[in-house]
Structure formats: structure tokens, C-alpha cells
């Protein structure tokens, strides 16, 4: 090689090119572009239990991050967050604490948690609340399970024991948070509801009712009654599941 082929090499070295034989082909294309195909595929073959679940936030992930390898950051987030439930139920300001994400793929990962709440809350609007009462646990657990400040929620329900409303009554602290017999009369009034179901999340992530729970709960009985507005429970919602204060006999 004479001095000019070392001019030539330099020159492509400082204006951050690689060397030829280290440089990939125009044609060539990102390892990652033929993963993507591979999944997609998979997915469409054999349907959601065919993929892990870092595999399917990968999917997602695709639409959010078009040119980059998504398992690393689909892996951290689970790692950092523990299931997929919990990805997306989690805080877009804590999703953005993750190396990779940022404020539009938070927000992404914000529109398919509402979309699946919305989907979940259809399944029991306009029905018998009582005898759908596993898809009304799974939509509690989707809509609270996973905020980090306790809320106070009430399911209004008409004559039939079918929603009329699903409405936050206050948001609480990391442990804590209250709710007022005579606001949940005065709504209650105000939609002519015959019934209503409490709910409230328990950050920690175990739902056992606390005695302050209780004694809230009782209270709310008691000034319901005299308007004949029935308290058909209290449910606690953790991650770790659900504490129902009727089936524990404690109401």
C-alpha cells in the first residue's frame, strides 16, 4: 500500500466511515429486521400463547421503536417491573426511569393499557354484576392493581345489579386513602342507584383489609342504609390478588 491508499484510508476514518472490509453491505439488513419477521409470523401462526412474554412486549415495542433491536429494552422492563400486566400498569413517569423509553413510547405503552381497560369495562357494562363477577375482578385488577397511590372506587348499580357508573371518589397516599359516607350517599342518590360495590388498591400488593378498612366500610353500610342502597361488598385489589370483605365475613 504507497502513501496515497494511506491518505485515502485516513480520509474515510475521520469522517467517521468504517474500513471497507468492516462496513455491511447497503443491501445487507439489520439483525433485528428478520427477528421482527420471525415474530410476527409466529404470532400470526400459532396466536399470543406460542410467544413469552417479553416477546410480546417486543411486538408492541416495534411500533413504538422502528429501527433498533427491542429484547433488550422489552427484557429491562420486565426485570425492572416483574410481569407485563404490571409494564403497562405502571406510571409513565417510572416507565421513563428505564434506559430506552422515552416519553412517546411510554405514552404508547399508556394507550394499550387504556385500550385493554376500556375493553375489560365493556365486558361488564350493561350486565348482571354479580354473575360476571370474575370479568369485574379482572377489570378492578387492570384499572387499580398497579397504581402507586390507593383510590377509593365505587360501581353504582342499578335495580337489575347492572353498572349504571364506575368512578374514582378519591385518590389517597402510598397507604392510604378516604372515603366519605355521605359524598358515596349523595352520589348515589344523584344516579338513582339501588346498590353499590366498593373498591380500593392496596399499593403494597397485598390486599388484607386493614381495621381502618373495616370500620370505613361500616360506616358506609350504615349510611346507605336508610335510602335502602344495598352494599353488596368491598373488595381490596392488590397484585397479589384480591380480598372480597364479604366472602371474609367481615360485612
Known amino acids: 500500500m504507497d502513501r496515497s491508499d494511506d491518505a485515502d484510508e485516513a480520509s474515510l476514518l475521520a469522517e467517521g466511515a468504517r474500513p471497507f472490509a ?21 404470532f400470526a401462526q400459532g396466536g399470543p400463547d406460542t410467544l413469552a412474554d ?12 422502528p429501527r433498533a433491536d427491542t429484547k433488550p429494552l422489552a427484557k429491562a422492563l420486565l426485570a425492572r417491573f416483574g410481569s407485563l400486566p404490571e409494564v403497562l400498569g405502571a406510571p409513565a413517569g417510572l416507565l421513563c426511569e428505564v434506559k430506552g423509553v422515552g416519553e412517546s413510547v411510554a405514552l404508547d405503552l399508556k394507550i394499550v393499557a387504556a385500550a385493554m381497560q376500556r375493553t375489560l369495562k365493556s365486558e361488564i357494562r350493561g350486565r348482571e354484576i354479580l354473575s360476571s363477577w370474575t370479568q369485574v375482578l379482572d377489570y378492578c385488577k387492570a384499572v387499580m392493581a398497579y ?27 402510598v397507604d392510604h386513602t378516604m372515603a366519605y359516607p355521605r359524598e358515596v350517599l ?14 380500593h388498591n392496596h399499593p403494597s400488593g397485598d390486599p388484607t383489609p386493614s381495621r381502618a378498612d373495616i370500620e370505613m366500610t361500616k360506616q358506609i353500610i350504615e349510611a346507605l342504609k336508610p335510602s335502602g342502597i344495598v352494599v353488596h361488598d368491598h373488595v381490596i385489589v392488590g397484585k397479589k390478588g384480591f380480598a372480597s370483605m364479604k366472602g371474609m365475613l367481615l360485612i
Open 147 to 173: 397504581e402507586d397511590r390507593e383510590q377509593f372506587r365505587i360501581l353504582f348499580l342499578d335495580k337489575k345489579n347492572a353498572l349504571i357508573a364506575d368512578e374514582v371518589q378519591n385518590i389517597g397516599t
Open 22 to 42: 468492516a462496513r455491511r453491505p447497503k443491501s445487507e439488513k439489520p439483525h433485528y429486521a428478520g427477528h421482527r419477521d420471525r415474530l410476527r409470523e409466529r
Open 54 to 65: 417479553y416477546e410480546l412486549l417486543e411486538l408492541l415495542l416495534f411500533r413504538s421503536i
Open 186 to 199: 349523595r352520589r348515589a342518590l344523584a344516579l338513582s342507584a339501588t346498590a353499590v360495590i366498593l373498591l
